[in-house]
């Protein structure tokens, strides 16, 4: 049986893409609590949390100990899970009521995202992969954690700052929309999915605005309330439409095989249920309550799936590493 060594080296080679481990679980957590299965969801949420905290870790050692390593990895798109990933699971326990330890994740993704984004975007190039955007999930993840504080606390400044989040994650959809490689929609190992998911998460954040206004803050007139209502609709019918594409060209092209890449097929899976159930209670149409609720058993299963091919590789890795 490999040693503790063995692991230790396994796990030092983990890049930052395995940030979205995080991010698909914790958004598998926050599916089930909309469909009202609290206690699978929390289960979900402990993984997420125990993910979470390995992987701040290891970023934390890289940065202290292994600075060249860290800058070089802070380059790649992946390296904006981190920001993400804290923002979706301070959604999750924001539900919680556990407010005061959802503001702590704010402060931290907001702390990580200038530096992280800056870094990335300066060195997009041409025909990248679906990882390119990650620019938009990050911000927008940022936008809905605001979005849900500012509800749950009652704090006007916080959903503004959300609203500027929010269209600023659109022009960098629109930006990483550009450097986007089609052939990936075909071609790519699983990160291709994030070209739904970042709309998803963007529809998710409008939904969240929506759902923060109230007597006491008074945050949107009439005519702000119709565009953001407008623009939430539209980026779920965008983003549904990545779905189907998506999932066509799976079929028509089949990647069998775990890749670590593959985690990020099932947090947009997993965004596009919650994002359906959340559209439906800021804005009504209760007749995509059924499909968002399928949605949401469907990201469950992909996520079991890749669950047990990271299991697997995990197993595999850390024997060749003994």
Do not use: K
């Not at 490999?2 to 395995?18: D, E, V």
């Not at 009202?36 to 934390?60: D, K, P, Q, Y």
């Not at 070089?72 to 556990?98: H, Y």
């Amino acid at each position: 049986m490999p040693g503790i060594s063995a692991q230790c080296a396994w796990w030092a080679g983990r890049p930052p893409a395995a940030g979205a481990a995080v991010m698909a679980t914790g958004i598998v957590s926050v599916d089930l609590h909309l469909a009202g299965a609290e206690t699978l969801s929390r289960v979900f949420l402990w993984l997420a949390c125990i993910a979470w905290v390995a992987l701040a870790a290891h970023f934390a050692v890289r940065l202290v100990g292994q600075w060249e390593r860290w800058v070089t990895e802070a380059r790649s798109p992946g390296a904006l899970t981190a920001v993400a990933a804290t923002t979706v699971l301070g959604t999750r326990i924001s539900a919680l009521g556990l407010q005061h330890l959802a503001q702590t994740s704010l402060a931290l993704a907001a702390l990580l995202w200038p530096p992280l984004l800056v870094l990335v975007v300066r060195h997009w190039r041409p025909r990248m992969p679906g990882a390119v955007f990650l620019c938009c999930v990050a911000t927008e993840g940022l936008a809905v954690l605001a979005a849900t504080l500012a509800a749950a606390t009652t704090t006007a400044w916080l959903a503004r700052a959300a609203m500027v989040l929010f269209w600023l994650g659109l022009a960098l959809y629109g930006l990483a929309l550009v450097h986007f490689d089609l052939r990936q929609v075909l071609e790519g190992p699983g990160d291709q999915w994030i070209a739904g998911g970042a709309l998803a998460i963007s529809a998710l954040a409008g939904a969240r605005l929506l759902s923060a206004d109230s007597a006491r803050l008074y945050l949107w007139n009439d005519d702000d309330r119709g565009v953001l209502r407008d623009a939430t609709v539209v980026l779920l019918v965008l983003d549904l439409a990545w779905y189907v594409v998506l999932l066509a060209a799976e079929a028509v092209r089949p990647r069998p095989g775990y890749d670590t890449r593959r985690w990020a097929t099932v947090f947009p899976m997993g965004m596009t249920a919650a994002t359906t159930l959340s559209v439906v209670a800021a804005v009504g149409g209760a007749w995509l309550t059924g499909p968002g609720r399928v949605l949401v058993w469907v990201a469950v299963a992909a996520w079991l799936v890749v669950a047990a091919g990271a299991a697997l590789a995990a197993r595999a890795g850390i024997s060749r590493a003994g």
